[in-house]
């Protein structure tokens, strides 16, 4: 079983950057595609971004395509979210999940593990 804790989060001007941490213990996460996810108040979570395990491949959401940067250490079992040009609709908590399989995906339902979420706001 693998603990995921996110970090990083907090209240940014629009416009302003942030940068997302997700720290991995229990076992390596090398082998495991791993994902952002977000929500916000009164909405379903949606998918973010996700990266494969060697960071060969990412995909993002058309939402923050151009602004927000996945990348993942391996070797520090953490997986990272920059978040650049942020903007109010942004406003949500996010959260990382580790994939069931070495394939990324934008389901939430091929995640298995997921953390507790970082609240990130962006005022106006």
């Known amino acids: 079983q693998v603990q995921l804790v996110e970090s990083g989060g907090g209240l940014v001007q629009a416009g302003g950057s942030l940068k997302l941490s997700c720290a991995a213990s229990g076992r390596a996460v090398d082998g495991y595609a791993m994902g952002w996810f977000r929500q916000a108040p009164g909405k379903e979570r949606e998918f973010v971004a996700t990266?494969?395990?060697?960071?060969?491949?990412?995909s993002y959401a058309d939402s923050v395509k151009g602004r927000f940067t996945i990348s993942r250490d391996n070797a520090k079992n953490t997986m990272y979210l920059q978040m650049n040009s942020l903007k109010p609709e942004d406003t949500a908590v996010y959260y990382c999940a580790e994939a069931m399989t070495a394939r990324p995906s934008v389901q939430r339902s091929d995640y298995k593990y997921w953390g507790q979420g970082t609240q990130v706001t962006v005022s106006s």
């Open positions: 990266i494969t395990w060697s960071s060969s491949s990412t």
